[in-house]
């Protein structure tokens, strides 16, 4: 089997377990260096290319050195859904995610992408922005809001309700 390294891709990435003949290995867990290792398939989706996500998942920095806790997965949850990302973090499989390897279920069909901001999402973004930087301003709330990317979820409509790797380059 070829074994692809990601340690060095820059942007987040979303891995679909399957038989492909290829692995996919990440350096995880910070400075830990821990290696995790999937068979699988490189999806492709344009929200996880955004600014946003990256410095999201570095800002949350979920699970460094540990596995990732609830409330991690639950900061790693609201900022996909904040940027528009079709995916859910399995809570249920903390113990198994760690900084730069998260376990998350591509969003059911009935999702719609893409969505425009409400007052109410407006709001949650703001008080999302203000817990990585207290003094966001309205006009920085108002130019993320205006210049997200909105995709559809039918690239990845076949694979709703499948389990995936959520992947990153790691702190190190």
């Known amino acids: 089997m070829k074994t692809i390294d990601l340690r060095d891709y820059p942007y987040p990435a979303l891995i679909l377990p399957c038989q492909s003949g290829i692995i996919f290995e990440q350096q995880v867990r910070g400075l830990d260096c821990t290696h995790q290792k999937i068979e699988g ?37 609201d900022m996909l859904k904040m940027n528009c990302v079709p995916l859910d973090v399995i809570k249920e499989k903390r113990d198994e995610s760690s900084e730069a390897w998260v376990h998350v279920r591509i969003s059911a069909k009935d999702i719609q992408w893409p969505f425009k901001p409400s007052s109410s999402e407006i709001w949650n973004y703001r008080e999302f922005a203000k817990k990585f930087k207290p003094d966001v301003t309205e006009a920085e709330v108002a130019k993320a809001l205006d210049h997200r990317v909105f995709v559809d979820m039918h690239m990845l409509a076949d694979f709703a309700g499948q389990e995936a790797i959520l992947t990153w380059e790691n702190c190190d």
């Open 41 to 77: 398939i490189l999806l492709p989706h344009p929200a996880l290319l955004s600014p946003q996500v990256k410095t999201g998942l570095e800002a949350i920095h979920p699970g460094c050195y540990r596995s990732v806790t609830f409330d991690e997965a639950c900061k790693v949850d």
